[in-house]
């Protein structure tokens, strides 16, 4: 089992639509969560960070379930520039119980906006 | 304002080459990493570092050598290039792991082609 799982899409919706993607992750002692977006041939940048009581930025929303092990993206309102690929990314121990910092990626979701 | 940048951004090797991709980074992060991203596979982190003269194994460690002398460098080595090394290569950075300075700065990637 990989240790952290996305539905790779691809996600086709309508401007205007409501999208939501969810992540899992395998390692329960897991520390941080993020989603990052990433366009065509270009680096991944921050969306967001996932806090534990959930937050918001805009039309965007992210939630984490440490009971199931999953987080997810909420988008409301899609735009045509909201298209790009989602990766979910969770911050992990090392081996052998060395510190955080093994940031470990979902596959990514690709979601297409269209008019 | 450099950030992360990473050389060289192409090459295209012989298989049993070797080469050394330098990523460097002027924000001061402890944190250093290298992913590589392969069609519908997502970023998969190959080696780590939490900070200067540590390196730490990642998911496809495999064929790659990381070395951290200087806290604003992580250089990238192969060894004996193979064609299944032709990926596109990201390096990244971060203050910390938390959910306020998790935050990953990438370089703009190194293309690799392995014939």
């Known amino acids: 089992r990989k240790e952290v799982e996305q539905d790779p899409g691809p996600f086709n919706v309508p401007e205007g639509a409501t999208v939501a993607f969810n992540c899992t992750y395998s390692?329960?002692?897991?520390?941080?969560f993020f989603w990052y977006r990433q366009d065509c041939r270009k680096e991944p940048k921050l969306l967001m960070s996932?806090?534990?009581s959930g937050n918001e930025d805009g039309r965007f929303t992210a939630q984490l379930n440490r009971a199931s092990q999953y987080i997810s993206l909420l988008i409301r309102d899609s735009k045509l520039s909201d298209s790009a690929t989602y990766l979910c990314?969770?911050?992990?121990?090392?081996?052998?119980?060395?510190?955080?910092?093994?940031?470990?990626f979902g596959q990514g979701t690709i979601l297409t906006v269209h008019p | 304002n450099a950030g992360v940048t990473q050389t060289p951004k192409f090459r295209v090797l012989k298989t049993g080459q070797s080469m050394t991709l330098l990523c460097a980074q002027d924000?001061?992060?402890?944190?250093m990493y290298w992913y590589r991203q392969d069609p519908g596979m997502g970023l998969r982190l190959i080696h780590y570092?939490?900070?200067?003269?540590?390196?730490a194994k990642g998911e496809v460690p495999d064929g790659y050598n990381v070395s951290r002398l200087k806290k604003q460098n992580f250089l990238l080595g192969l060894e004996s290039a193979a064609p299944s090394q032709t990926s596109v290569y990201f390096c990244?950075?971060?203050?910390?792991?938390?959910?306020?300075?998790?935050?990953?700065?990438f370089g703009e990637g190194s293309r690799l082609t392995v014939l």
């Open positions: 990244a950075s971060s203050r910390g792991t938390g959910l306020i300075y998790g935050e990953l700065f």
């Open positions: 390692n329960s002692a897991s520390q941080s």
């Open positions: 996932v806090y534990s």
């Open positions: 990314v969770v911050n992990m121990r090392g081996a052998g119980g060395t510190s955080y910092g093994k940031l470990t």
């Open positions: 924000m001061n992060h402890e944190y």
């Open positions: 570092s939490v900070g200067e003269g540590t390196t």
